[in-house]
């Protein structure tokens, strides 16, 4: 059964930091991209920042460079966000997401609130 579960949002005041993990299982997580996607209340989901599959590559939208990072640790079958210099604007649930060709899987997602 595949699984990706995303854990390390909560609540934080504008500038402080979170570090997001999404766990998976059920597939062999280091054949697939990941990604990092967001949707705050009544808005799109959106795509934050990739990974490629060996952790050599990646990739972030602009709202999100210079602030996140994304990092990958295969051995533990997870994924990370790190974020920084957080912002109100950042609040949303965040979304892992797995993909390898015409494959691919969603977490849950974790809610990210910044507000002080």
């Known amino acids: 059964q595949v699984q990706l579960v995303e854990s390390g949002g909560g609540l934080v005041q504008p500038g402080g930091s979170l570090r997001l993990s999404c766990a998976a299982s059920?597939?062999?997580?280091?054949?697939?991209?990941m990604r990092w996607y967001r949707q705050a209340p009544g808005k799109e989901r959106e795509f934050v920042a990739r990974?490629?599959?060996?952790?050599?590559?990646?990739n972030y939208a602009d709202s999100a460079k210079g602030r996140f990072t994304i990092s990958r640790d295969n051995a533990k079958n997870t994924v990370y966000l790190q974020m920084n210099g957080l912002k109100p604007e950042d609040t949303a649930v965040y979304y892992c997401?797995?993909?390898?060709?015409?494959?691919?899987?969603w977490g849950q997602g974790t809610q990210v609130t910044v507000s002080s």
């Open positions: 997401y797995a993909v390898r060709l015409t494959s691919n899987y």
């Open positions: 059920g597939f062999t997580f280091s054949n697939y991209a």
């Open positions: 990974i490629s599959s060996l952790g050599d590559s990646t």
